[in-house]
């Protein structure tokens, strides 16, 4: 599968300069001077690039170790034979990205090691403490590299690799664009010099990418743990990145201070405050589905819980480990047969850590009760700044809304990201107010946006107060996204839950001295049924029900359902997959400032 294209018929090799969605073949002109963005020129990139990744290399060679058959490493062969004369250095938009670079040089690392022609070109240490390192097996030779023509596939190889090192080291991105792109391009050569320090350039290479990987890794994700692009699967791509080159530096004798490692750690805490029972993680912020190493291919496979998985093991945490549920291959090919006993005994440890539920930092809080229970209550609150750097190219207009679970069923959603270069329209959508569990005012989002990756003015949000006790959990925040109106807006928004009644009482305060036209947007799961009784929302969710109303108010809600112009009532799991959900709307004129008070009951369910 290629994003929405299911069983794609490649061709084996591929065209690897072809769109497979559009047909696009782009041209092998010099690759720093194409304009990828042009879907004219190159189709639709994301498409283009995701097969150049090369994640299928490491299926082909995961073959081969466990089976010795040698179809699949010679299917291995064949694709990068393939890929070598097809893109050519440095012409073509295979050459156009680093990031791209880095995430190939991680699958060809992961993909030599497996296919045995030796783990490293260099003899280097055992593994470090719980790190299981793969060692070739005399039985089967030298594979891909046996004999005069597999040394001469070896040396072109290498030449690739070389130049991918070159490529990434002479175009990290900068200023504004130096965001998780950077991260993944210090990955790209860290393990390009790490794993093959064949080169005069190979030392400083290493040092230069570890220095950054550390420097980053402390910049981009605050001490709570939140990564600044306010984004959670890019929160989850800079974890596994961390992790992968962690992993990679321990077997090779290249260390990590205890600062990488803790802020890892703290990374992870804040992906188990998040999920809920059923495993799920908000959708906040972009995400493109993207993973750098494939490793596992199991049904049903969980980034997130992958990730506390072998964070369980690597951090001795049995809170990890129960979240996680399973020891995934993910996990098993990363810390082998060690990982998966310590696995088993931190699930049987007795519970003692509290889970964190503040994240002030990244302005994120978790109110609920009977969290990690069939009876559990979560309410995903945010707070937080737009995104990161001047652009906050991943964030989405989403200031204080929320999101809520019941007993790991979703009820109300983020509905994802759809698109990025592509489509525009949707873009907008997606990360636009309108679709984010909050209020519009005046029809306009809360930040502006100036292109596909670019935002030209920022709301800024903060909290304002944040209680949990037995009985009650509250929260205030406010934003001033709509300060900038010629008559200026203030919105403060109040959650207060009920744990014994489960009552989401919901205040929205609008401080302004003129007429505003004003929105409340609520969009549930897809899987959720909806009634409407005067002014009264009645949710069945899987197995749950929920009531939404607005006493005192007389504005009748209305309820979209995948409606194209304007867009409304869609949610995507997937990239460039949506589906159709019911959004709920209430609208209606104020004047001066006004609060509008949603209370949400939740029906307790037996368990």
Not at 77 to 86: G, H, I, K, T
Not at 114 to 127: A, I, K, T, V, Y
Request: net charge negative; hydrophobic share 40%.
């Amino acid at each position: 599968d290629v994003f929405a294209l299911q069983e794609a018929q490649l061709g084996f090799p591929p065209h690897w300069n072809r769109d497979p969605k559009t047909g696009t073949e782009a041209p092998l002109t010099f690759g720093k001077t194409l304009n990828y963005r042009d879907e004219q020129v190159v189709g639709d990139i994301k498409y283009l690039w995701e097969p150049n990744r090369h994640q299928e290399l490491v299926t082909l060679a995961q073959a081969w170790r466990l089976t010795g058959e040698m179809r699949y490493a010679a299917g291995c062969r064949a694709l990068l034979e393939s890929w070598f004369e097809q893109c050519p250095y440095p012409l073509g938009p295979n050459w156009t990205s680093s990031l791209e670079h880095a995430v190939r040089l991680m699958n060809w690392s992961v993909a030599w090691q497996l296919l045995e022609g030796s783990p490293s070109p260099r003899p280097s240490p055992q593994g470090g403490e719980g790190v299981e390192r793969l060692e070739p097996s005399p039985s089967r030779g030298e594979g891909v590299f046996a004999g005069a023509d597999g040394q001469a596939f070896r040396g072109r190889w290498l030449d690739s690799i070389h130049q991918h090192c070159h490529f990434i080291a002479g175009h990290f991105s900068k200023h504004s664009s130096a965001n998780n792109h950077l991260f993944g391009e210090y990955m790209g050569l860290f393990i390009g010099a790490l794993m093959w320090p064949c080169w005069k350039e190979s030392a400083r290479w290493l040092e230069t990418a570890q220095a950054g990987l550390e420097q980053e890794a402390l910049k981009q994700n605050g001490p709570d743990g939140v990564n600044r692009e306010q984004a959670i699967w890019y929160q989850h791509e800079v974890a596994d990145m961390m992790l992968l080159c962690g992993l990679a530096g321990k077997v090779n004798g290249v260390a990590f201070p205890a600062a990488w490692w803790s802020r890892l750690e703290t990374m992870l805490e804040f992906i188990a405050a998040l999920m809920d029972v059923g495993g799920r993680v908000p959708m906040i912020g972009d995400s493109d589905d993207a993973v750098m190493v494939r490793f596992s291919r199991e049904p049903g496979f969980n980034a997130y819980r992958s990730l506390l998985a072998t964070g369980a093991v690597l951090f001795g945490r049995g809170d990890f480990a129960r979240k996680a549920g399973t020891f995934d291959d993910k996990s098993r090919w990363l810390l082998g047969k060690k990982g998966v006993a310590d696995f088993a005994g931190l699930v049987a440890q007795p519970s003692a850590a509290v889970a964190k539920r503040a994240f002030p930092e990244g302005g994120y809080y978790i109110l609920g009760d009977r969290f990690d229970t069939p009876d559990e209550v979560r309410i995903v609150a945010d707070a937080g700044p737009l995104g990161y750097l001047s652009i906050a190219a991943h964030g989405h207009a989403d200031a204080l809304a929320f999101t809520l679970s019941a007993g790991g069923r979703e009820i109300l959603v983020d509905p994802g990201t759809y698109a990025y270069h592509t489509q525009k329209k949707w873009r907008d959508y997606f990360r636009g107010t309108s679709a984010h569990n909050t209020v519009r005012v005046d029809g306009l989002d809360q930040s502006m946006i100036g292109g596909n990756f670019m935002w030209l003015k920022h709301a800024r949000a903060w909290c304002e107060q944040w209680e949990s006790d037995a009985g009650r959990d509250f929260f205030a925040g406010a934003h001033d996204g709509y300060r900038q109106l010629p008559d200026p807006v203030l919105h403060r928004r109040s959650l207060e839950f009920d744990k014994a009644a489960r009552v989401l009482r919901v205040a929205d305060t609008l401080e302004c001295k003129g007429e505003h036209q004003v929105e409340l947007f609520w969009h549930f799961a897809e899987t959720c049924r909806i009634q409407v009784s005067g002014n009264e929302i009645s949710a069945g969710c899987d197995g749950r029900a929920v009531c939404l109303a607005m006493p005192g108010l007389d504005w009748p809600p209305s309820v979209a359902s995948g409606q194209e112009t304007p867009p409304l009532g869609w949610v995507s799991r997937r990239f460039d997959q949506k589906c159709k959900c019911s959004s709920v709307v209430w609208a209606g004129k104020i004047s001066g400032t006004t609060t509008l008070n949603t209370e949400i009951r939740l029906e307790r369910h037996d368990s």
